[in-house]
């Protein structure tokens, strides 16, 4: 018995350590972004690519016509290739150099599976769908409750695929047992290897298998419990049966290259480093060197407005629209604003967190009716908005109910046809021939039905909840002053804020698109996939509070008797920015009009801005008026493949203030986070958006990389070939690995022309450089992601010493830039906004 339990605690360390190398993966209703390779943080990154390309079969550097492209271009600048090409011993023309990467791209070859592997990989693919599903399938697969293994064991003898099980009792009886059948065949330092492997076989749905096991929140982990050990059971169990090789050096040679203990850095990566440094030596051209004191340099002139956005890299697209417009502030902070909550519309039956992945949500906040929204003021029916909301929402839901039932039953499917396939039809062929129409029918439908943001507020107040020990992992209900104050404190110390205007906007950020199984890929990734909007509420709400503000003024933020705080969201794909200004005091009425006013203005311009992107227009050509026209079309159009970019092109992050880049066209290629260095002293703030923010753009950044240089490993391919599956990811085709990265459309103008260009994060901190360093000192897993180079680069702008910039160089050492100065340029003429086409990139 105790050497069964040992045997067991073995298996489990083997495959713990085996998981290590594997990323999760999220569910498509939550996509979040993630570097692929992260099990490989602790290595060098050139290193980890080899180990990548070893497990996985992908490549790790763009190929070498994109260098070529880049190079030709004037994007590579040639002394700062030929610098680096130098620093490695290497005295050579970059032609030659880029021949000699494209023969050896060329003897490189693909790699080959067998046979037998296919089959398993086929019908593991199937069965994990089956089990995995999440409310799609009319007939799901029985046993679930039992677990992955269990409900497989009993389905197995049925499923024609599967050779010599005539009955359950031909198959382990648990997954324990099942593991220790097979592995018991090798010696116990080989464990690791195979499981590692075979985990790797299939990343996207053993990486899903990893995310579920690790969410104790899961409802369907609760309902249908799956772990590593019942997924590796069932995969070699089937590996055996199927005859399929077990450990991968049984496996016959099938290309892949060993990752070899070579630490060369190979030339590729010379390339790709020259690339980055080029790009960074022109940002930090375009850096405004005369701002060393932020509060200093701030205007006497109160603001009309300061509007707070996501880091996220479309909001500088909006935000310079809006600066344009008149004496508006924009500021950037991470779009969960910084409040980890679990949140429930009042809609949704669902709850969902919306705070990053490396942050545990701490509060439970629900939407509720506002007091008076019941028997309150009524719409144009006499109805209450309230009543008048549910009554069209459960119109509309039980339309759809009854459509999609009829669509799948059996036997109503044929006389739904009948008697509605012409109005079915019809409405389909509108909604493809004139999605403008379908858009201007549903903006119609908006204005007249009330929206939940007009009559319920999310219910921050601890006393508003009656059970604080929701069932939900007793997840507090709601907030205490004390939390509510720090929240609101953390956000202006962070942002370095010593003034208020009379209005303050806190927008999130939400996408609008059909017919899009990535969709929740475009909403806020700090909010995990979801709309930044009830953050946003949840922060003003907060800061309205006059118990918070009080706290507030006597922790020295002076805030003005006449500011209000309200809360917005930006939809990111048509720019429009709703405000959601229900509490807004006559006093205010005049100001928010023109604040609507010139939001609408600024939609117009970045519109225009992001149409040109997506074509070979110039951004100050295009027709204004039908840009708002156009990127409303891609909302609706449920053919459009780019609804639009994302984080497409997202190159560097800005940690400073405003003022550093205000003058400049960054091309939403910049995440922008407010910071002054002035007001954090000891540096905690800066602390916390280093091992925060930076880790995530990070992520996102490596994201948007390995899905570029290759698709069909760590991207997802072309939308037109997707299918996506029982609701958690898409496959190519009919069956397969889920894929999990980004889709070819995302980040392609087409087939033979890039739009994102695959560069490493270039981070650039305007602060004292000694801070930088200590920070560092104290946060190895930072540091750990710089000088292994997950981070392409890192630059201090020292106001301290003339705002003089010094590059990291790895172990805690800086490099001061004697090369490169950072100018003043305030009285530099601000740039015009241009498309990047394909020739840009």
């Not at 002394?79 to 150099?97: F, Q, S, T, Y």
């Not at 969960?336 to 429930?344: A, L, S």
């Not at 630059?795 to 910039?805: A, C, F, K, L, R």
Request: glycine residues 8%.
């Amino acid at each position: 018995m105790s050497e069964s339990i040992d045997d067991q605690r073995r298996i489990e360390e083997s495959i713990d350590r085996a998981a290590d190398r594997i990323g999760a993966a999220w569910p498509l209703h939550s996509f979040v972004t993630a570097n692929p390779l992260s099990g490989f943080e602790d290595e060098p990154f050139h290193r980890a690519v080899a180990e990548g390309r070893r497990l996985f079969g992908g490549r790790g550097y763009p190929r070498p016509s994109v260098f070529r492209r880049a190079w030709e271009d004037g994007r590579i600048d040639p002394d700062v290739l030929a610098a680096k090409l130098e620093a490695h011993g290497i005295d050579r023309e970059p032609e030659p150099l880029l021949e000699e990467m494209a023969e050896t791209e060329a003897e490189r070859g693909e790699t080959e599976r067998d046979d037998a592997t296919e089959d398993v990989d086929r019908v593991l693919s199937k069965w994990l769908a089956a089990f995995l599903d999440e409310g799609e399938a009319k007939w799901p697969m029985p046993n679930r409750e039992e677990g992955f293994y269990a409900a497989w064991r009993a389905v197995a003898p049925y499923d024609g695929d599967v050779p010599g099980c005539d009955d359950t009792a031909d198959l382990p009886e648990t997954a324990t047992v099942a593991l220790e059948a097979v592995l018991s065949d090798y010696p116990e330092g080989r464990w690791v290897d195979v499981l590692e492997h075979h985990l790797a076989a299939l990343p996207g749905w053993s990486g899903l298998v990893k995310q579920r096991a690790d969410d104790d929140t899961d409802p369907w982990q609760a309902a249908y419990p799956i772990t590593l050990e019942g997924y590796l059971a069932v995969r070699l169990t089937l590996a055996d049966l199927l005859d399929a090789p077990i450990d991968p050096d049984d496996a016959s040679e099938d290309g892949t290259p060993d990752a070899g203990d070579d630490d060369d850095v190979p030339l590729p990566q010379i390339w790709l480093t020259a690339w980055e440094k080029s790009y960074r030596d022109r940002l930090l051209e375009g850096i405004d060197g005369s701002v060393t004191d932020p509060s200093d340099a701030s205007d006497d002139d109160r603001s009309a407005a300061q509007l707070v956005f996501c880091i996220d890299t479309r909001s500088e697209v909006i935000r310079r629209h809006i600066e344009a417009q008149g004496p508006y502030e924009t500021h950037g902070y991470a779009g969960f604003f910084g409040v980890p909550i679990r949140y429930r519309g009042y809609d949704s039956h669902a709850e969902a967190d919306a705070c990053p992945p490396i942050v545990d949500p701490e509060h439970r906040i629900v939407d509720r009716p506002e007091t008076g929204a019941v028997d309150g003021a009524t719409d144009g029916d006499g109805s209450d908005p309230v009543t008048a909301h549910d009554r069209w929402n459960g119109l509309v839901t039980a339309a759809r109910k009854h459509f999609k039932t009829l669509k799948t039953n059996v036997v109503a499917a044929f006389t739904f046809v009948e008697g509605a396939g012409s109005a079915y039809g019809s409405a389909m062929a509108a909604r493809t021939l004139s999605p403008s129409t379908i858009a201007k029918l549903g903006t119609a439908v908006d204005e007249r039905v009330p929206s939940p943001h007009e009559f319920s507020s999310p219910a921050i107040d601890y006393d508003a909840y009656d059970d604080h020990t929701h069932g939900d992992h007793d997840l507090q209900q709601g907030m205490s002053l004390e939390e509510k104050v720090e929240y609101a404190a953390t956000a202006f110390e962070l942002m370095g804020w010593t003034e208020f205007a009379r209005l303050v906007v806190f927008t999130g950020h939400a996408s609008e698109t059909t017919n899009n199984p990535f969709d929740s890929s475009l909403d806020c990734g700090a909010c995990a996939g979801n709309p930044g909007g009830p953050n946003a509420r949840v922060l003003a709400a907060i800061c309205n509070d006059e118990d918070v503000v009080a706290a507030l003024r006597d922790r020295g933020f002076d805030i003005p008797t006449d500011t209000v705080f309200l809360a917005g969201e930006h939809n990111t794909t048509t720019d429009e920015i709703t405000i959601f200004d229900g509490d807004v005091p006559e006093s205010h009425r005049e100001d928010l009009a023109r604040l609507h006013e010139d939001l609408e203005a600024a939609r117009i311009g970045a519109a225009a801005e992001r149409t040109a992107s997506a074509s070979d227009d110039d951004a100050t050509g295009a027709n204004l008026e039908n840009a708002v026209d156009e990127v409303e079309r891609k909302a609706a159009d449920w053919a459009e493949t780019r609804p639009e970019w994302g984080l497409a092109g997202n190159a560097s992050f800005v940690i400073g203030p405003r003022e550093l880049t205000d003058d400049r066209t960054l091309d939403g290629r910049a995440f922008l986070h407010s910071y002054d260095w002035t007001t954090d002293p000891d540096g905690d703030a800066l602390e916390a958006i280093l091992t925060g923010p930076l880790v995530v753009t990070q992520w996102i950044n490596n994201q948007y990389y390995f899905a570029t240089v290759d698709n069909g490993v760590y991207g997802s391919g072309s939308k037109v070939t997707q299918n996506p599956v029982g609701n958690v990811g898409v496959v190519q085709g009919n069956g397969g690995d889920l894929m999990t990265g980004l889709p070819l459309q995302s980040l392609k103008l087409d087939d033979d022309r890039p739009y994102h260009q695959p560069l490493r994060l270039t981070a650039v901190i305007h602060a004292p450089v000694d801070r930088v360093t200590e920070i560092l000192r104290e946060h190895e897993d930072v540091r750990t992601l710089l000088d292994n180079g997950w981070i392409g680069d890192l630059t201090v702008v020292d106001p301290e010493q003339d705002n003089d910039p010094f590059h990291y160089a790895g172990d805690l050492e800086w490099e001061a830039d004697a090369e490169l100065e950072v100018e003043a340029t305030a009285e530099t003429e601000p740039t015009t906004p241009t498309a990047r086409t394909a020739d840009d990139d």
